[in-house]
C-alpha cells in the first residue's frame, strides 16, 4: 500500500496511525441519544487553557439554548459538548462560525464510524 508515493509499514518509520475516534463513556441508556446530542470542539486561542466553565458560559448565551448544556474538558482547548436537544444541536451548526473571548471554536460532528 502506498502513501502519496511512500510505501506505509507498521512499526517503521512510515507507519500512519489510525484516525481519530471520539470514546464517549455515560451513564445514559440510550448511547445513541447520546451521540445524537453530542459533538467536540477546539479552540484556536492564544491563551494558554480556558477553562470548560468560561466556554460553558459564554456559549450557552451565544447558541441561545432552550435546554441544558454540558461541557467536559478533553485537552487543552479541546472539549465534548452534550446538548438535550437535537433540533439545537443542528443550528449551532446551521449558524456558526462560533467565538469564544475572541478566538474562533471549530466544531466537529462525530460519524458514527468514528465513535466507539
Known sequence: MMLNDQPLTV??????????????TTKAKD????HR?????????????IKSGVVHSILKSAWRLKEGLEVHEQSKN????????EKEK????????????????????????EIR
Not at 512499526?11 to 464517549?24: A, M, Q, R, S
Not at 453530542?38 to 487553557?49: I, K, P, T, V
Request: charged share 25%; aromatic share 14%.
Open 78 to 85: 479541546t472539549f465534548i459538548f452534550i446538548l438535550s436537544d
Open 90 to 113: 443542528e443550528g449551532i451548526f446551521r449558524e456558526s462560525p462560533w467565538f469564544v473571548k475572541g478566538s474562533h471554536i471549530i466544531l466537529k460532528d462525530w460519524p458514527d464510524s
Open 11 to 24: 512499526g517503521g518509520d512510515n507507519w500512519v496511525p489510525d484516525p481519530p475516534v471520539l470514546c464517549l
Open 31 to 34: 448511547q445513541d441519544e447520546l
Open 37 to 49: 446530542f453530542s459533538f467536540s470542539g477546539h479552540l484556536l486561542a492564544d491563551e494558554d487553557n
